[in-house]
Structure formats: structure tokens, C-alpha cells
């Protein structure tokens, strides 16, 4: 497909389509809190982070979704979330207003409303008295939100979707969620799933990696509306690049084998509470390498009943 979405969407600008806020975690499997704190449960949904956390070690799944251990907030992580939450609010504004000095001058109170909602994150400027790393952080996330405006032109989109929080229930039970950073819908009815990525585009040979998470977005609105998304769009802001991906019900079928698949992995490793780490060069950034065997640690003990070896749920 050429730009013909585009054209069709910019169409529609200023038809009053308005916007959706979507509520609920996009992460999976039992109540929000630490397993002390509420108790551990077996997960019960997939999100495509939590996805991609087994994919990447199963290990680091459990760690985040049984144990609920705390990690610490990243600079970069909660960079991205500031430039989302200031891309979602700069829609509020009437089409003509969507200009880059007006995003930019969001990103003061979006910051004050995002350390509001989530106090941890003064820690990430505690050692940081006189501002300076702080005025340079915000000056980065000026920089990503300009950029944005090299890539796509707000005043002639009208999203029918902000932040869209979606379900669905896969006829063999599986309950599948996530966060829908903007949904556009063309007169015409063609739906574009667009998200947005703080960092830079990956090398072409990672590129299918990069489209798991859209295709993912994209079975749960097949499943959810009976329409397969036109196009999925991923808009690297560190590197001003725009990935796009055109599904067809062929590649959602096979996303849908491949998340049963890990699901009944993960279903085992609950079952049995046999969690293998799995090193990386991203260990390097974990937050749990003390409790990881592979760096000389001992997990928690497993909060979650364990089958025996052999028997079968009943």
C-alpha cells in the first residue's frame, strides 16, 4: 500500500471522529502490587512486554509478573513515557494548534503531572541538586518531540484512538491485552495501528523483532472488530525513521500459533516453577542480576504452588 491511508485519514481531519483513552494495565497475569503485598497469582493474560520479557528469559518473566519484584526507573524508560504522554495530549488541541512549540511547552506539566501519579521517580534526580542533568533530559525529550514533526504532520490527522487499551479472548482461552499507542481509521473504514519508540530504528535483520509487538496489536483488533489492520506503523523518534508493515490474516494466524506456543510454555513453567534464565548481553542491564544463578544469586522462593513432576491439571 502507498500513502493512500494518509491521504484518506488527512480527509477526514476535523470530522469530529474524537478520541478514546483506553484504562487498564498493559502488563499480564494477576493484581497490581507486589506478590507480598497481595499475593502471588498464576498469570492469566499476555501483553506484547510481557511477551517479549519470556521471550527474552523466562527468568526475568517471572521475576516481573509472579514475584513482582521492584525495579528501578530508568532515565530513558521514563523519557519515553513523558514524549508519549505529550504526543497523546497535543491532539486535545484544534488541528490548526498542533505545532511544535506547543508540544514542547506540554512537556513541563506532563513531567509534573507523570512524577505526581508515580513518586518513585524523583529518585532518577536525587544526585542532581543544581538541575543540570534534568534540564538535559527534558532538552532530549524537546528533541524527540520536534522530531516527531519531521515524520508526521499533526494538523491533518484526526486519531479515532489515543492510548487505546485492548482485549480480546482467543477461542482456546487465552486472554490477550495491551496499550494502542494511536489508532487512525479512514473514511473508507482502512484502520492504521501507529506506535511511537523514543529510541532508533533497528538494523533490518532485527526488524521482524521490532514488528512482533503491531502484529500482536494487530490479531487482538482482528479478533476484537473482524477487520484486519491496513497498515502498522512504527515511528522511531531517536532515529527519525518510520518502519510500516501492511498485515495480512496469513501473518496474524501464524503471530496467533506462535503466542499459543508460549503460552503453554509459560503455562508449564508456572505449573512447575522451573523458570531457566536465559543470559543476553542485555543482562548487563538488569535489575535483577543479584537474584539471577547466572551471576552467582538465588532467586526468592517461588510463591506459587509447584505440580509434581508427571501429573496433570485436573
Not at 511477551?51 to 530508568?74: H, N, T, W
Amino acid at each position: 500500500m502507498d500513502s493512500s491511508i494518509d491521504e484518506a485519514v488527512a480527509s477526514d481531519a476535523g470530522d469530529g471522529a474524537g478520541s478514546g483513552s483506553g484504562a487498564g494495565p498493559a502488563t499480564s497475569g494477576g493484581p497490581k502490587g507486589a506478590a507480598g503485598e497481595r499475593g502471588a497469582l498464576a498469570p492469566v493474560s499476555l501483553s506484547p512486554s510481557r511477551a517479549g520479557d519470556f521471550m527474552q528469559c523466562p527468568l526475568l518473566y517471572r521475576f516481573r509478573v509472579i514475584d513482582r519484584l521492584p525495579e528501578k526507573p530508568s532515565e530513558a524508560a521514563t523519557r519515553g513515557t513523558l514524549v508519549h504522554a505529550v504526543l497523546e495530549r497535543l491532539f486535545d488541541a484544534p488541528a490548526g494548534e498542533r505545532t511544535a512549540p506547543r508540544a514542547k511547552a506540554l512537556i513541563p506539566g506532563q513531567w509534573d503531572r507523570l512524577r505526581e501519579s508515580r513518586p518513585e521517580l524523583t529518585e532518577l534526580f536525587a544526585d542532581d541538586p543544581e538541575g543540570e542533568r534534568l534540564a538535559g533530559w527534558l532538552a532530549e525529550a524537546e528533541r524527540l518531540v520536534e522530531r516527531w514533526f519531521t515524520l508526521e504532520d499533526p494538523t491533518r490527522l484526526e486519531p479515532a484512538e489515543r492510548e487505546l487499551f485492548v482485549e480480546t479472548e482467543l477461542d482456546s482461552g487465552l486472554r490477550l491485552r495491551g496499550i494502542i499507542d494511536r489508532v487512525d481509521v479512514a473514511p473508507t473504514g482502512e484502520v492504521r495501528i501507529v506506535d511511537y519508540k523514543t529510541g532508533k530504528a533497528p538494523r533490518p535483520e532485527y526488524a521482524e523483532g521490532a514488528l512482533f509487538q503491531m502484529k500482536f496489536y494487530a490479531l487482538v483488533v482482528w479478533r476484537l472488530k473482524g477487520v484486519v489492520p491496513r497498515r502498522l506503523q512504527l515511528v522511531y523518534l531517536g532515529s527519525g525513521d518510520v518502519l510500516t508493515y501492511d498485515p495480512v490474516p496469513a501473518d496474524l494466524e501464524r503471530v496467533e500459533r506462535r503466542l499459543h506456543a508460549l503460552w503453554e510454555a509459560i503455562r508449564q513453567a508456572t505449573e512447575s516453577g522451573d523458570w531457566r534464565p536465559r543470559p543476553t548481553k542485555l543482562c548487563g542491564w538488569c535489575d535483577h542480576r543479584a537474584r539471577c544463578p547466572e551471576f552467582g544469586g538465588t532467586p526468592p522462593p517461588y510463591p506459587l504452588p509447584v505440580r509434581a513432576p508427571g501429573s496433570r491439571a485436573g
